[in-house]
Nanobody
């Protein structure tokens, strides 16, 4: 069983930056693809970014490409840095884990087995 806990959400002014963290409680953290998704009010869940077990493959969603970075470490933590935030980034952000050992981390939410409870990010002046 994998438990994921997100942190780092909050209220941010437009143009600002935010760093979200996901802590995993699992012995074999390094075998899992990890990802961030988000859901804005009234919208579908959206892929943000993902990272392979060794950190070498990091696909990004089109709406955040160029403004986001993702990283992970051996302490079972994955981080997401988002820069130049705007109102459209307002959403609940979810951390997800996939233990299928796919060739590349998936962009499809249904392929992730484990999910955190989410952390709210609000971009507003």
């Amino acid at each position: 069983q994998v438990q994921l806990v997100e942190s780092g959400g909050g209220l941010v002014q437009p143009g600002g930056s935010l760093r979200l963290s996901c802590a995993a409680s699992v012995r074999t953290f390094l075998i899992y693809d990890m990802a961030w998704f988000r859901r804005a009010p009234g919208k579908e869940r959206e892929f943000v970014a993902a990272i392979s077990p060794n950190g070498g493959i990091t696909p990004f969603g089109d709406s955040v490409k160029g403004r986001v970075s993702i990283s992970r470490d051996c302490d079972k933590t994955m981080d997401l840095q988002i820069d130049r935030l705007n109102a459209e980034d307002t959403a609940t952000y979810y951390c997800a884990a996939d233990g299928r050992a796919a060739p590349t981390p998936s962009r499809v939410a249904d392929e992730y087995e484990y999910w955190g409870q989410g952390t709210q990010v609000t971009v507003s002046s």
